[in-house]
């Protein structure tokens, strides 16, 4: 169960970039390159979870925290997953 809610609030954030608020390209391409560590974590669940991924989510939860308190949201239920996998 943990596994899919993270996969929804990675839709969500996918989601998010698409239609949401304007971002700066290195914004963007930051928050892709998370979603895609997030992805791979996905795949890989059972074998060998990056620790280091919580700690990048929770790095952009601050940074977006401010000026996309929606993703940054959205970043914060992405952790709360990881955690329930023991990410």
Not at 56 to 72: C, I, K, Q, S
Request: glycine share 4%; proline share 7%.
């Amino acid at each position: 169960m943990p596994a899919q809610e993270l996969q929804q609030q990675l839709n969500l954030l996918r989601e998010q970039l698409e239609q949401g608020p304007p971002l700066s390209p290195e914004d963007r391409d930051n928050l892709l390159d998370l979603s895609r560590q997030i992805e791979l974590q996905l795949q890989r669940e059972s074998t060998a979870p990056d620790t280091n991924l919580a700690d990048g989510v929770n790095l952009a939860v601050e940074r977006f925290e401010v000026e996309h308190p929606t993703v940054a949201g959205t970043l914060r239920n992405i952790v709360q997953s990881l955690a329930s996998m023991g990410i």
